[in-house]
């Protein structure tokens, strides 16, 4: 059983200066949830460091950036980009006989997806292919970072990497089926789990989401050694997803999306981060709200636990930052809603008795039922078309507070971390917004 670790009190300062370094360990997104660590590491004076995914052109070969790729993702992260790929996974990695697991799902009919028998013992072969090529190339990444570290530096790494979604052209229209499907579109989430290809998500998800952590970890136990022995300290902190606490009918109360399919390789995650936190490694995965970003935007419904976010504002003190959210969410609505209707709305979704068995932490992740993506999907349609833009939405207004706020919290927590995983909620965030003013 997983221990519940929430982080009531609102961290210290951190230590972290000028001429420290920062690693960003994915690639930055402009509303990813890593905008909000970097920008703190940058407030601090911290030298910043990103990696790349690298790039498959038509060829299906890997390669790295070009001069003009780089350029602009170093303008974009404001910081120095390692140019050598490190895309996670295994999907696109030829097995014995030249297959990758993508070529076994090629010309798959819509309605067959089910009964595909893959070669198992090929796709075992193309994983381990796939984390020869991550954690040679992680190697390289390691050395040349190595020399960007001045004497002395504290360093601290920052993984977001998560994904592992295989390309091949069948799955999209299952997923959107599983995530958004109702009526006669619904498929549920347990029944693709337990086929073949969920099984091979499974495994890639693993691999892409938890175990990139672990190769971080692993290949920077040299360079956490010189560091240390320079006088200098190594932090690593991942972003993990396990549900979180939201005001519902006025209580802080523990819930989570559903069907949350990463949730498994999400608990690989902490499992990884309480491992090395054994052996002596500074390592917290900190699971964070929900909220609106690329790789969310599959999840319809996930958003809804964001809206009560507004409450906790008001909950936890209120102030200038709180109006000024309050304000613009407001300003976003269409004419005749409020902040108010917004809240009621999501509320009476997040108590109803549909969701009762969805919030049970210790059987958690769970798989969905037709009647709760009924209520969910239909819930956050009817949220959703309450903004008069679709295109400005108040779930963005209120997924920057949050990933600003879980930066702040994030980079003070690992500079004199409590434990190895944790969970940030909707109280201690509202309580960051608020003691900023
Ligand atoms: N969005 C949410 O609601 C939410 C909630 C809690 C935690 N998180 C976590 O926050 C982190 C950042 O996600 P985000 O939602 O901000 O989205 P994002 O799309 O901005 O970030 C996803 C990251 O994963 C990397 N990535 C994806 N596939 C990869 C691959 N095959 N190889 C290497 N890197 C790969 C991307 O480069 C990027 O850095 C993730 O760990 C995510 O699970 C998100």
């Known amino acids: 059983m997983t221990d ?118 090929a796709i075992e072969q193309s994983c381990a292919a796939g984390t020869k090529r991550f954690t040679g190339n992680l190697q390289k990444v390691v050395a040349e970072l190595e020399s960007l570290i001045p004497l002395g530096a504290n360093v601290l790494f920052a993984h977001t990497i998560a994904g592992g979604i295989p390309r091949a052209r069948i799955l999209m229209p299952i997923l959107n089926r599983v995530f958004k499907g109702q009526g006669e579109r619904y498929l549920p989430s347990e029944m693709f789990w337990n086929s073949p290809v969920g099984r091979l998500c499974s495994m890639s998800f693993d691999e892409v989401t938890a175990n990139t952590f672990k190769y971080l970890i692993d290949a920077t136990a040299p360079l956490r050694g010189s560091i240390s022995a320079r006088g200098g300290s190594v932090g690593y902190v991942a972003y993990c997803y396990h549900g979180c606490e939201v005001l519902v ?131 956050a349609t009817e949220l959703l078309d309450m903004n008069k833009d679709p295109k400005e939405i108040v779930c963005a207004e209120l997924s920057r507070a949050v990933f600003r706020a879980v930066g702040i919290l994030m980079f003070r927590s690992i500079w004199k971390p409590v434990s190895p995983v944790c969970w940030l909620s909707h109280d201690i965030i509202a309580r960051q917004i608020v003691s900023e003013g």
Request: charged content about 25%; overall charge negative.
């Open 4 to 121: 519940y670790v929430p982080v009531r009190e609102l961290p210290g300062p951190a230590g972290y200066k000028a001429g420290d370094v920062f690693v960003l360990f994915g690639e930055l997104f402009g509303r990813g949830y890593a905008n909000g660590i970097v920008d703190e590491a940058r407030r601090a004076g911290m030298t910043i460091i990103g990696i790349t995914v690298g790039r498959r052109d038509k060829d299906g070969i890997l390669r790295q950036l070009s001069d003009e790729e780089r350029a602009e993702a170093e303008v974009n992260l404001g910081g120095t980009i390692i140019n050598v790929p490190l895309e996670a996974g295994f999907d696109m990695e030829p097995g014995p006989k030249g297959k990758s697991p993508i070529d076994q799902l090629k010309g798959v009919k819509s309605d067959e997806w089910d009964a595909v028998s893959l070669d198992w013992e």
């Open 249 to 379: 009918d006025g209580s802080y109360t523990w819930q989570s999306y559903t069907p949350y399919l990463q949730g498994w390789a999400k608990m690989r995650l902490e499992a990884i981060a309480r491992d090395a936190w054994k052996e002596g490694v500074r390592a917290t995965v900190f699971n964070c709200p929900e909220i609106q970003t690329n790789s969310s935007a599959l999840f319809l419904g996930v958003e809804i636990s964001l809206y009560p976010l507004l409450a906790a504002l008001t909950r936890e003190g209120g102030g200038k930052q709180a109006e000024e959210i309050h304000a613009r969410c407001a300003a976003l609505l269409k004419e005749g809603m409020t902040v108010d209707m917004l809240l009621d709305k999501a509320n009476s979704y997040l108590r109803s008795p549909v969701l009762s068995q969805f919030r049970n932490f210790d059987t958690w992740p769970h798989h969905n039922t037709a009647e709760q993506a009924e209520l969910m999907l239909n819930s």
